[in-house]
């Protein structure tokens, strides 16, 4: 069993940064691929990112793509969102996800385990 805690979100400007943070517990969390998803208001939950266990691979959205990265500390069991260049579209709630075979996955459907989500909010 695997509890996901998101936190980091906030109200930022247009052009900031933000780094979200994603705590696992959970002994085997390094053997885990982590997603972050994150759903707007009035919208489907999408694909941001994922890492695979290990860190070597990482996915993006096109959306999001050099502005946002991925990144993982297993001996922290977290999972990091760095967000760049920050814009109005980006603001949604943000869900960590944890997926049992450790590799790249896009789907929704794919994961096993989600946190609760972080508000992250882009003004103009």
């Known amino acids: 069993q695997v509890q996901l805690v998101e936190s980091g979100g906030g109200l930022e400007q247009a052009g900031t940064s933000l780094r979200l943070s994603c705590a696992a517990s959970g002994s085997i969390f390094s053997r885990y691929a982590v997603g972050w998803f994150r759903q707007a208001p009035g919208k489907e939950r999408e694909f941001v990112a994922a890492i695979t266990w290990n860190g070597d691979s990482t996915y993006y959205a096109d959306s999001v793509k050099g502005r946002f990265t991925i990144s993982r500390d297993n001996a922290k069991k977290t999972v990091y969102l760095q967000m760049n260049s920050l814009k109005p579209e980006d603001t949604a709630v943000y869900y960590c996800?944890?997926?049992?075979?450790?590799?790249?996955?896009?789907?929704?459907?794919?994961?096993?385990?989600w946190g609760q989500g972080t508000q992250v909010t882009v003004s103009s």
């Open positions: 996800a944890a997926e049992r075979s450790g590799g790249l996955r896009v789907g929704i459907h794919q994961y096993d385990y």
